[in-house]
């Protein structure tokens, strides 16, 4: 079974620049949960995701956003980038309708900000 | 509001040496309890969790967690530990119930093994 799968692993922006990213969950898997992980802040929880619906966000501005499709796949676009949104950015998915708990995460995507 | 602690950012142990990095935690209610590690580049991976039941959990790769109310933590253990066992570990909480569901992470210990 395929696992979480992060597009891009890399990229490049420059300030004031847009970026998204994409997230394909493991098959099954209806809830699409976002992070972002810097060496100050930790894991931080951005927003999650269920049969298209953000069922639940974390205190990030709202230069932050995403989306989920119908075949559960997700992404999250930053406008306006700034020098501080430099971070991982880790998906998550999990089946969505027990609360199990267990997150399953992707690589990530590495997102430098200059 | 729900927080992790782990007190530890940085241990170094020798390998076949024992192991035990710390986490507690702050909740309203019995959380649920997990452990990840995060080898370099590379995303978070489950080592064990906990729901309910014996506070004793194993997990993958010889780790073992134990969870204990009175002191709200949960701390992660292993008896020998191997030079590849070289990464970052993460506890975090999550709600025991409902749909808005989100993880609060502690902010890591990062473990070096010596040769």
């Known amino acids: 079974k395929a696992g979480v799968t992060q597009t891009p692993r890399y990229l490049i922006k420059t300030r004031g620049q847009q970026v998204t990213l994409s997230c394909s969950p493991i098959?099954?898997?209806?809830?699409v949960s976002w992070y972002q992980q810097t060496p100050g802040q930790g894991l931080q929880f951005l927003f999650e995701?269920?049969?298209?619906?953000?069922?639940n966000k974390g205190n990030f501005p709202g230069r932050f956003s995403g989306r989920q499709f119908s075949n559960s796949r997700s992404e999250m676009n930053v406008s306006t980038l700034e020098l501080g949104d430099s971070a991982l950015y880790l998906c998550?998915?999990?089946?969505?309708?027990?609360?199990?708990?267990?997150?399953?995460f992707g690589e990530g995507s590495r997102l430098t900000v200059l | 509001a729900q927080s992790v602690t782990q007190p530890d950012i940085h241990i170094t142990v020798s390998e076949g040496a024992s192991l035990e990095l710390r986490c507690n935690y702050s909740?309203?209610?019995?959380?649920?309890l997990f452990w990840y590690v995060q080898s370099p580049g590379q995303g978070l991976q489950l080592l064990l969790k906990?729901?309910?039941?014996?506070?004793l959990v194993q997990g993958i790769k010889g780790f073992e967690a134990e969870f204990k109310r009175s002191q709200s933590s949960f701390n992660l253990r292993k008896p020998s530990v191997h030079w590849s066992d070289a990464a970052e570990y993460f506890c975090?909480?999550?709600?025991?119930?409902?749909?808005?569901?989100?993880?609060?992470f502690g902010k890591g210990t990062l473990l070096t093994v010596n040769p």
């Open positions: 998550a998915s999990s089946p969505g309708t027990v609360q199990t708990g267990e997150l399953f």
């Open positions: 098959s099954g898997h209806r809830s």
């Open positions: 995701y269920f049969s298209e619906t953000q069922r």
């Open positions: 909740y309203g209610a019995t959380p649920y």
């Open positions: 906990y729901f309910s039941g014996d506070t």
């Open positions: 975090a909480v999550g709600p025991p119930q409902g749909s808005n569901y989100k993880l609060t």
